[in-house]
C-alpha cells in the first residue's frame, strides 16, 4: 500500500509563517499530481495548490502571493510554505497525490489523500 504523512502544523500567530511537508511512502512506481487542500471549522474542503510532476503550479486565488508549493520527486515529498499567515488560514490541510502503483494486479493511478495537519493562526 501507499501512505501519504503530513508534518509541520502547528499555531502561529498572524504575520507568521509555516512550512508543511508531505512524504509519500510504499510501493510507488510514480506520482503525477500533488497538491495541498484545506477544511476550515464548518466549511467545505477547498483547493490551496497543486504541483504537476514537472513543476507547474497552481494556488488558490486566497493564497497566491503567499503560499508557495514545491516538490522533491526523489523524495516523493511535496511542501508547501506559508507566510503572511492570517487566521481565516486556520483549517486541517491536507496533502494528496495521484500515485501510480499496483494494489493487486495491475498497476493504476490512485487518488490518495493524507491524514491531515492543524494549522492555527491566533494571537
Known amino acids: 500500500q501507499v501512505q501519504l504523512v503530513e508534518s509541520g502544523g502547528g499555531l502561529v500567530q498572524p504575520g507568521g509563517s509555516l512550512r508543511l511537508s508531505c512524504a509519500a511512502s510504499g510501493s510507488i512506481i510514480s506520482i503525477n499530481d500533488m497538491g495541498w487542500y484545506r477544511q476550515a471549522p464548518g466549511k467545505e474542503r477547498e483547493l490551496v495548490a497543486t504541483i504537476t510532476s514537472g513543476g507547474s503550479t497552481n494556488y488558490a486565488d486566497s493564497v497566491k502571493g503567499r503560499f508557495a508549493i514545491s516538490r522533491d520527486n526523489a523524495k516523493n515529498t511535496v511542501y508547501l510554505q506559508m507566510n503572511s499567515l492570517k487566521p481565516e488560514d486556520t483549517a486541517v490541510y491536507y496533502c494528496?497525490?495521484?500515485?501510480?502503483?499496483?494494489?493487486?494486479?495491475?498497476?493504476?493511478?490512485?487518488?490518495?489523500w493524507g491524514q491531515g495537519t492543524l494549522v492555527t493562526v491566533s494571537s
Open positions: 494528496n497525490a495521484d500515485i501510480y502503483y499496483r494494489r493487486i494486479y495491475t498497476p493504476r493511478t490512485f487518488n490518495e
